[in-house]
């Protein structure tokens, strides 16, 4: 009876179990939410769809690429060749240049328009189904090949853009005006009329666009003022002038002007406050008279600056947005999940209840993680502009010292500056690789501030606010005897090296008490392993916030002296250096400018004399024939420029400086007792 009451009890309790599988179904799996229904604009964005400008990209380019390749065809009649065939046709046509990239004067801020224009081209097609406009539609196995013909097309599109100012003539310029206008309107048109994309985010695409736009209205600008400059400067003036004569005859001022020497010779000690304003200084450039930063390097610093912008604006529009639809979306039902996952404090994870408060706290910790990822995003743009400022005072003060022939103060062992093949290839590239370092770097830095952003968040601020989640200080709370035991030890070792094992003379410090010396190193041995085992970590952290630091600065190696060759980066810029010092030096340039004033009779007109060091004239002051002996006469004295400039102690053993103290700068110092 026993068992037949008990198996009836259990044949019961069987058929009431199944007779509740829908209620317990209905109570672990839920289908539907019992919450009310949020409105599909607040949980999600409304998808957004195509949009057709009144003027597509592909009417756009199939209408101007031919404008583009008939332009190019009509300026290279208005530029002579150098060597071929210069006697068919009187020289014309010509090739055209996109701009003097070693010349130190010129229209530096419209090549510089230009190439952000191709750079920002280049990013926007990187993310297009579409890579190159003429091909619509384009599928996915050939997208690849249009993106590499596409690297080759955008350069030539926009090659008519910077070629107009380089052939120097009023229709080049009128030209330029035309092109940069209709550029620009039809960029803005395509915004204005679609101003939201489905790519990444609504207002990427508009984003992405606005250097290109900013670009076209400062071409749109500089053309129109250089076609009024053309008719208001004299046309001999403009046709007979020598590209950088200007700023070479600055330099040379700057460099031999008899200038007293700023400050005293006895070294006071400076502050601290002095101190790190000095050090803050070093990172922001002022231009100095006399010196002007090349083209390449004016270049490279703004397609870096571009590349910032690009990469930063991909990186806050692929995740902020997605971040806000999950917490906006965020349910009771996966709150449920992620308490039992333990990810959610909640004061009965066993029994879930309301799940009103753990709701509100995942929503904090998404919110958290949106002002962690801005927050970082921020300080790593910042680092990497102010780590762009400081290259360009580093690319200064390389720059004049190799000019003045201080090799080994920029490299650590003699090298020859001359040009090489290895040393063009790097000039070439110079300018690529600095925007792609700027790129690789900023990523670096976001996901290592990211990371540690959330670490210090989530282990240490969210658990001092909440009092819930506080691991770590538990750990810590249970290791203090441990951390105390280090720090006194490393303080014992200090305080004793400083008292007993070190005796204080006049002069120097000898070692003394070595047997307790011997005794103190061994027995601490043990405790210095997991000193330096902490010293290690920190080792590993601090270089590794270096490199990701300093990773968009070529001027400097990532790497050891002695294998710094296989830094890809430095060893760019050291071969770029070569070749602008060697095709470049504002000396060399200034010299012969005045060899090429000698050898006309009458000279250039209109030029006043100038003399800049005891009777080195840069520019004829008279119209005099030129004699033998004046020719000697030049060359010596440029002979001894180039010396003094090699070997500046040897300023104050001339003679005029050993009469006069004061002279060219220098003030003999009395002779130390």
């Not at 926009?158 to 330029?176: D, E, F, K």
Request: proline share 6%; net charge positive.
């Amino acid at each position: 009876m026993a068992a037949n009451g008990s198996g009836g009890m259990h044949d019961a309790l069987l058929d009431n179990g199944f007779a509740g599988t829908d209620d317990l179904v209905s109570d672990w799996y839920i289908y539907e939410t019992m919450e009310p229904a949020m409105p599909q604009d607040d949980m999600f964005p409304s998808v957004i769809p195509d949009c057709d400008p009144t003027i597509s990209p592909r009417l756009y380019h199939t209408c101007m690429a031919p404008v583009s390749l008939a332009v190019l065809v009509g300026l290279s009649l208005l530029v002579k060749r150098r060597r071929l065939h210069r006697s068919c046709w009187n020289g014309v046509p010509g090739l055209l240049s996109p701009a003097n990239f070693l010349e130190e004067e010129g229209n530096r801020g419209l090549v510089a328009a230009v190439f952000g224009i191709l750079f920002s081209s280049l990013c926007v097609l990187v993310l297009d189904r579409d890579p190159l406009p003429l091909i619509a539609h384009s599928s996915q196995s050939t997208r690849e090949y249009w993106k590499i013909l596409a690297l080759l097309y955008y350069p030539a599109f926009y090659y008519p853009l910077i070629a107009c100012a380089t052939v120097r003539h009023r229709v080049s310029y009128l030209v330029g005006c035309l092109l940069s206008w209709c550029h620009c309107v039809v960029h803005v048109w395509q915004k204005v009329d679609c101003p939201q994309s489905p790519k990444i985010y609504r207002y990427y695409s508009t984003l992405s666009y606005i250097p290109i736009i900013l670009c076209l209205v400062l071409l749109s600008l500089w053309y129109p003022a250089l076609l009024i400059r053309s008719f208001t400067t004299q046309e001999e003036t403009l046709d007979k002038e020598v590209t950088g004569r200007g700023y070479y005859k600055k330099y040379l001022k700057a460099v031999l002007s008899k200038r007293p020497r700023k400050g005293s010779s006895t070294k006071i000690e400076e502050s601290l406050l002095s101190r790190v304003q000095t050090y803050l200084r070093s990172y922001i450039y002022a231009p100095e008279e006399g010196f002007q930063i090349p083209l390449k390097l004016v270049l490279s610093i703004t397609m870096a600056v571009i590349a910032v912008y690009q990469v930063a604006l991909l990186l806050l529009v692929a995740v902020i947005p997605t971040l806000q639809i999950v917490r906006a979306g965020m349910t009771k039902d996966i709150v449920v999940l992620l308490v039992q996952f333990g990810l959610v404090p909640s004061e009965s994870p066993a029994v879930p209840g309301d799940m009103e408060k753990e709701l509100n706290t995942v929503k904090y910790y998404l919110w958290s993680l949106e002002v962690c990822y801005i927050c970082s995003l921020v300080l790593c743009c910042l680092l990497t502009c102010a780590m762009l400022l400081r290259t360009l005072v580093m690319h200064r003060n390389n720059l004049k010292a190799l000019y003045q022939g201080a090799v080994l103060d920029v490299f650590y062992k003699a090298h020859i500056l001359r040009p090489s093949r290895q040393a063009v290839v790097c000039w070439m590239s110079f300018a690529g690789f600095q925007t792609a370092f700027a790129c690789l770097g900023l990523l670096i830095q976001q996901v290592i501030f990211f990371i540690c952003s959330v670490g210090f968040t989530f282990l240490f601020v969210i658990p001092l606010q909440s009092g819930t989640n506080t691991h770590l200080f538990k750990i810590i709370q249970n290791m203090w005897p441990f951390w105390l035991t280090l720090v006194v030890a490393v303080i014992v070792q200090n305080l004793a090296a400083h008292y007993q094992f070190l005796e204080q003379h006049p002069l120097r410090k000898e070692l003394t008490n070595r047997r307790a010396l011997y005794i103190v190193t061994y027995l601490l041995f043990p405790i210095n392993v997991l000193v330096g085992v902490l010293a290690g970590v920190w080792r590993m952290v601090i270089s590794g916030l270096y490199n990701a630091v300093h990773f968009c600065q070529l001027d400097i190696s990532l790497l050891n002296r002695g294998v710094e060759n296989f830094d890809p980066g430095y060893h760019t810029y050291c071969h770029y250096l070569k070749i602008e010092v060697s095709q470049s030096h504002p000396v060399m340039k200034a010299f012969c400018l005045l060899l090429l004033q000698l050898a006309g009779p009458e000279g250039p007109p209109g030029l006043r004399a100038s003399n800049v060091e005891e009777g080195i004239q840069l520019i004829q002051p008279k119209k005099v024939p030129p004699s033998r002996a004046r020719f000697k006469q030049s060359r010596a004295r440029w002979w001894l420029v180039y010396t003094l400039l090699n070997n500046p102690s040897l300023t104050a053993c001339r003679k005029t400086a050993l009469s006069d103290p004061t002279a060219n700068g220098t003030q003999l110092s009395s002779p130390k007792p």
